[in-house]
């Protein structure tokens, strides 16, 4: 991040953006921040009485309800005002249904959808919550987490250290099977201005269609429209 030149504001700017991603412990603040503790905690605290912080059950600290506020006064939330048109057309490119999912505490939540109009479908409804652990969007939204994240993102996965590896380097990730039974999916990350992960673009449907190699097949479209979307919200 390009500093303003107002040391104060750039620091606090600094741990909203880290928060973007998802709750934090102090500790993964000062990680991702570079802040020193003392400096860290003291701007989160203060930046939670004027509700821009929370923390969660688990005592992390987490975007709080006054970005929420700004954001509806703000107009829509602009990930989804830009997820309509890209999702129909990939939906219309892979004939398959597509999604857009964003972490929400430890789901995944569908908060954009364009279901194939005919046949059978893997219908994810807007507003869906999904486990974090199995299905190529949730290998999406955890493969590029910092260490501790990932490791208790691993925990109990459907995935593996190894595969998460490979979606990083690839850019996009696939799953056989792995959410439901007989279910595929193909998914790509879609980044903040700042560069962070902070969706996943999803096509999904039945195997018999997309195969037992669904990236093959579909990875590029996929991309495509992750990367259209995360070029959208730059502008």
């Given at each position: 991040m390009r500093s303003s030149g107002v040391g104060v504001l750039d620091k606090a700017a600094y741990i909203l953006d880290c928060l973007e991603a998802g709750p934090a412990t102090l500790s993964q603040l000062v990680k991702a921040t570079g802040l020193a503790r003392p400096t860290a905690h003291r701007l989160a605290v203060a930046l939670a009485h004027h509700r821009f912080v929370a923390r969660d059950i688990q005592g992390r600290f987490m975007l709080g309800p006054r970005m929420g506020e700004l954001a509806s006064a703000a107009g829509e939330d602009r990930l989804i005002a830009a997820s309509g048109p890209i999702l129909n057309n990939l939906r219309n490119v892979a004939g398959e249904s597509a999604q857009v999912f964003r972490r929400q505490g430890d789901w995944r939540v569908c908060v954009a959808s364009a279901e194939r109009p005919i046949g059978l479908r893997d219908t994810i409804p807007v507003g869906t919550q999904l486990s974090m652990k199995a299905g190529s969007a949730a290998q999406i939204l955890v493969a590029?987490?910092?260490?501790?994240?990932?490791?208790?993102?691993?925990?109990?996965?459907?995935?593996?250290?190894?595969?998460?590896?490979?979606?990083?380097?690839?850019?996009?990730?696939?799953?056989?099977?792995?959410?439901?039974?007989?279910?595929?999916?193909?998914?790509?990350?879609?980044?903040?201005?700042?560069?962070?992960?902070?969706?996943?673009v999803s096509i999904s449907g039945p195997i018999e269609r997309l195969t037992r190699q669904p990236g093959r097949l579909y990875a590029e479209v996929v991309c495509d429209a992750a990367s259209q979307l995360t070029e959208a919200l730059r502008n």
């Open positions: 590029w987490e910092d260490h501790s994240r990932l490791v208790e993102g691993l925990r109990n996965a459907r995935f593996s250290a190894t595969m998460l590896a490979a979606v990083r380097r690839r850019g996009w990730a696939q799953s056989i099977g792995e959410r439901e039974r007989g279910t595929a999916s193909v998914s790509a990350p879609v980044r903040s201005p700042s560069g962070k992960v902070i969706a996943a």
